[in-house]
């Protein structure tokens, strides 16, 4: 897997509190955009059933899977107590508007 | 360096007060706890059961030594504070520590009162409030036989059961004729008399007390007439003293308690209280649900928050012995301006008496059978007018429709395995399991460790039960609901603020009412987009990151993530064009399923998000807009075939059917929203179970409304009957204004009209003419901004960018 950094878009191109999906050949990533114009990088997939992160809302740093409300850390992918479970974060950056992104995972799960 | 908090008295408001501080400030103060007891926080409550030999200690501990060591908190247990120095703000011991404070929280609770009578001070008497004393009672049930118990009231009750469990004779004595006067009227209390006479209860009524005697260890008790009575334990549970003397010395104001103002403040405000000690508004509380509101505005205050307002509690009492089922709340005696409502049944030991002022519950006494306690104590915390439902109040709350409020019956009589939470699949006993484990006070909190409740909700009436019964005379249900755990303010309240404040974005939102959380959570952002639009649809803008995805994607996402598409097809009436069309885009896009809807839709499923915007664009060029079967919104029209075809027909019902579409549809509401018209009484188009319902007669129109054919079966109310089509648009779209601007978000018709009444929406649709004509005008105008076709809107614009992938990459 490599572990260069590959421009994938413009800040601008994530809604604040929204989110947009980068398509790789592992899978989604999901990268999220919270108020403070911070981003952030989850593979696609809640560790419940697999529901798209991408389509939760996103409160501070956290979002809250669309298919049945597990809410997941974005900088880490773990799962907020009582329910258990993790998803892969990648490293991303965001220099001069433009969002970096590595596509190997800095967390494993 | 931190501020300095100092919280004498480690009972249950002044831990519960910091546990809330907790929460909202975790880092804020550095705090120093003394209590008394040598213990840390217990549930004083569950002292009976212990007594009863139900329970024991560790069972009741609510916060560990631990608890206090990870929060670092300082804990001194067993040393009283003996004196508070408020001019160098310091406390000191009665062993000596001292500690200085930049705030200061009283919780000392109460003493019990012991009746000062020769011998009052003999052993083996005491009162009945701590650990302490019910070690006395269980010790002295292994040595000797009889106990006295004076008081008749809830805590001498339930002190004399536990004697008696731990095999000691008991005799009651009562000043009064009425056993636990305060609570009970004279026919209750005597059946409550006669079932505990029949577990070997004994009672001695109208004695009073005048000497206790005996030499080191009490003997007997002699009263007024001379009898006495021979005993070698004597239990005082004649009433509480809330405990203010360390208050008083330090010359903070004290009536019968401690005097605080609605922050919780005494007169110096650097000094709070809490609890039993304390008087507010000239009344003193003895239960635990107010003091634990008082907790709450308390640490509010703590935190610099400053919003949070104490403004009286009302109560509801039950008694904690088991096999006994008694219910109290309110003024239940009656009196000018009430009427009663009483159902009699002595020999089947029910009871059952409901105080009714103004059309409002005042009080009521249940006994025998207190299912319905909890329903009773909502509808008169709430005020709720129950004229409408006036007579089936005694019957219960499972003798009215019974949407939305799932199974308040039931939760007594289930077993441990029968399951609560279809959607989860929990059963009572993991519900049971978790309350006493974990120690859950809240649904809230039952819905966050086990999931039941967390979906559809339809089982949260039944958690609710659950937690009352598990948790007995220890839960009371929330005075009133906050919105979500952002904050402290209830849906209602939140509301009046928008419109009054004249807030319209959730910014405004979030700063004027404090919400605790910097971008509220997946629970308020929706309800208060809602809001927002509903309250001030010209001016506030729509937030799309605050929808949940059906919403912002306008289709219902599925478990593969893909989304379904249902275009609109007014009144269910189609062209061969129209499906001609809607096949093709089916073939073009490889849609793997189709299927014709419960509301006489087509439905196009397993469509990726990416796809959208192009079948979209596809099916607006041959004249669809979106069916927002995936919306908080206005559904579908469901109608019959009627006069022009139909050989009973009495009124063109799909032509009504298809102009009630055209003026509601792309409307926002509280929950989904459907309709239908059926063209003569047969129905066909199911019209009673709709939140708003048309069926054709003779001589015009027939109008429903607050059917539900979901989870929970309830057929619609009749509104009224009306003559012309004008007339049901002006009546249907007054009806709708109305649900929007005052129902809950996710809150449908059909519990929405339980909550307010039938009368209630009848004067202000149907008699109220000026009032219909404005609800009307309001929903019309909200329709010029809200009917614009999403799915047009998107495929032509730039948003469908937002549906494609921000970029593919390779990974090698
Ligand atoms: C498609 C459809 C089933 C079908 O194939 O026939 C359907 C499908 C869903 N229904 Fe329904 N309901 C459908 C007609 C109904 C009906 C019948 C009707 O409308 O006449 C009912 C009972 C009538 C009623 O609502 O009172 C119905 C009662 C529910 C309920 C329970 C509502 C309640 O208040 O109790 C839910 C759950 C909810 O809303 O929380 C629900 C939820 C759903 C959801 C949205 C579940 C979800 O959240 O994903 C399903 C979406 C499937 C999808 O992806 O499209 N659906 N659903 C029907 C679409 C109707 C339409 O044309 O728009
Ligand atoms: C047997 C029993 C059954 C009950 N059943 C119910 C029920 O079913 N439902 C219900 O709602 N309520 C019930 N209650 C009432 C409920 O327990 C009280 O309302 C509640 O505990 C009061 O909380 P508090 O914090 O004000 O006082 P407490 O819980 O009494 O806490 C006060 C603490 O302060 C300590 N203290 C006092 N002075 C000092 C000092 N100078 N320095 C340091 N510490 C001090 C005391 O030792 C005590 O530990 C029951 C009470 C009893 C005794
Ligand atoms: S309700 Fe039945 S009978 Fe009446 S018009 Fe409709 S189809 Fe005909
Ligand atoms: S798949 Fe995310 S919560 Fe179930």
């Not at chain 2, 004393?133 to 009750?157: N, T």
């Not at chain 2, 484990?437 to 089982?459: I, P, Q, W, Y």
């Not at chain 2, 004067?763 to 005008?777: C, F, G, T, Y």
Request: proline letters at 4%; a negative charge; charged letters at 25%.
């Amino acid at each position: 897997m490599s572990e260069e950094w590959i421009e994938v878009g413009r800040l601008d191109d994530i809604p604040r509190l929204g989110s947009r999906v980068v398509k790789s050949a592992e899978g989604e990533i999901a990268l999220f955009r919270n108020s403070n114009d911070e981003v952030f990088a989850l593979r696609n997939r809640c560790p419940h059933k697999g529901g798209p992160l991408s389509e939760g809302i996103v409160a501070g740093k956290r979002v809250t899977c669309p298919l049945h409300n597990w809410i997941i850390e974005l900088e880490n992918g773990v799962a907020a107590p009582p329910d258990e479970g993790c998803t892969p974060a990648y490293p991303v950056k965001v220099e001069r508007d433009s969002i970096f992104l590595m596509l190997s995972p800095a967390s494993a799960c | 360096m931190k501020e300095r908090l100092v919280l004498i008295g480690n009972g249950m408001a002044g831990v519960r007060a910091l546990e809330e501080l907790l929460k909202l400030e975790p880092d804020m103060y550095d705090i120093t706890v003394f209590g008394e007891e040598p213990h840390p926080n217990y549930n004083r409550i569950l002292l009976s059961p212990v007594l009863a030999g139900e329970k024991t200690i560790d069972d009741i501990i609510l916060n560990s030594r631990e608890w206090y060591e990870e929060h670092g908190i300082t804990l001194h247990t067993g040393d009283p504070v003996v004196a508070i120095d408020r001019a160098k703000r310091r406390v000191r011991t009665d062993s000596g520590v001292e500690a200085p404070y930049d705030r200061l929280l009283i919780a000392t609770g109460s003493r019990p009162f012991i009746i000062p009578v020769p011998g009052a001070d003999l052993d083996g008497v005491i009162g009945f409030r701590d650990i302490h004393d019910v070690d006395v009672m269980l010790e002295a049930a292994k040595h000797y036989k009889r106990a006295v118990v004076i008081g008749g009231g809830l805590l001498g009750l339930e002190a004399a059961n536990g004697l008696m469990k731990q095999g000691m004779d008991v005799t009651v004595v009562h000043l009064l004729d009425t056993l636990m006067e305060k609570q009970l009227d004279k026919p209750a209390a005597d059946l409550l008399k006669r079932s505990l006479e029949a577990r070997g209860m004994k009672f001695l009524m109208q004695a009073q007390t005048k000497a206790i005697l005996g030499d080191k260890r009490v003997e007997s008790i002699r009263f007024e007439d001379g009898m006495e009575l021979q005993t070698d334990l004597v239990v005082m549970a004649v009433g509480i003293r809330p405990n203010v003397e360390l208050a008083q010395q330090a010359g903070i104001h004290c009536e019968r308690g401690i005097v605080v103002n609605d922050t919780m403040q005494t007169y110096d405000p650097r000094i709070y209280a809490v609890g039993e000690c304390v008087q507010h508004r000239g009344v003193t509380y003895g239960l635990v649900a107010p003091l634990f509101e008082q907790a709450k505005v308390c640490a509010n205050h703590l935190a610099n928050l400053g919003y949070g307002l104490y403004q009286g509690s009302v109560t509801s009492t039950k008694l904690k012995v088991t096999g006994i089922d008694l219910f109290s709340a309110g003024e239940f005696h009656g009196g000018e301006g009430t009427e009663e409502i009483v159902f009699q049944d002595p020999a089947g030991g029910v009871y059952k008496k409901i105080v009714l002022k103004d059309d409002r519950i005042h009080g009521a006494v249940l006994y025998g059978d207190t299912i319905d306690g909890a329903w009773y104590f909502q509808l008169m915390r709430e005020g709720t007018d129950v004229s409408d439902i006036r007579p089936h109040l005694l019957f219960g709350q499972s003798h009215l429709g019974d949407s939305g409020h799932g199974g308040v019956n039931q939760a007594a009589a289930m077993s441990d395995d029968a399951q609560v939470c279809d959607c989860n699949g929990v059963c009572k006993g993991d519900i049971v399991k978790a309350i006493s484990e974990k120690g859950l006070f809240t649904v809230d909190d039952v819905k966050l460790h086990t999931k039941a409740g967390a979906s559809c909700g339809s089982c949260v009436g039944l958690v609710e039960q659950i937690l009352a019964d598990t948790l007995g005379g220890d839960y009371s249900a929330p005075e009133a609901k906050p919105l979500c755990t952002c904050t402290d303010f209830t849906h209602d309240q939140v509301r009046a603020a928008i419109r009054e404040e004249h807030l319209t974005s959730l910014r405004q939102v979030f700063d004027k009412l404090d919400w605790r959380t910097q971008d509220g959570c997946h629970v308020c952002r929706p309800a208060l987009n809602y809001y927002l639009i509903a309250a001030w649809p010209e001016e506030a803008g729509d937030d799309p990151q605050s929808r949940f995805i059906n919403e912002r994607a306008h289709g219902n996402i599925q478990k593969d993530g893909t989304y379904s598409v249902v275009p609109r097809m007014f009144g269910g009436v189609c062209t061969p064009a129209d499906l001609r069309a809607i096949a093709e885009v089916a073939e073009k896009y490889e849609v793997p399923e189709m299927k014709v809807t419960g509301g006489q839709r087509i439905d196009l499923f397993g469509i990726p998000k990416e796809q959208l915007p192009a079948v979209w664009k596809d099916l607006s060029d041959a004249g669809f807009v979106s069916g927002h079967a995936y919306g908080k919104a206005m559904r579908t029209v469901k109608t019959c075939v009627g006069s022009t075809w139909c050989r009973f027909g009495t009124q063109d019902s799909t032509g009504m059917g298809i102009e009630l579409e055209k003026l509601t549809w792309g409307s926002w509401m509280p929950h989904k929203f459907k309709l239908a018209v059926s063209g003569c009484p047969r129905n066909c188009a199911e019209a009673t179970i709709k939140d708003f319902g048309v069926v054709g007669i003779d001589s015009g129109w027939e109008l429903h409304i607050g059917g539900n054919g979901g989870v929970k079966v309830r057929a619609t109310d009749m509104l009224c009957r009306v003559e012309t089509e004008a007339e049901v648009m002006e009546y249907c779209a007054a009806f709708i204004q109305l649900y929007r601007e005052e129902a809950r978000y996710l809150e449908r018709t059909a519990p929405w009209v339980e909550r307010v009444g039938l009368t209630y929406i009848k004067q202000h649709v149907v008699e109220d003419e000026v009032n219909r004509k404005a609800l009307a005008e309001r929903f019309r105008r909200s329709q010029e901004i809200a009917q614009v076709d999403p799915w047009k809107q998107i495929a032509e614009g730039t948003e469908r960018l937002g549906f494609m992938p921000l970029k593919v990459v390779g990974s090698n």
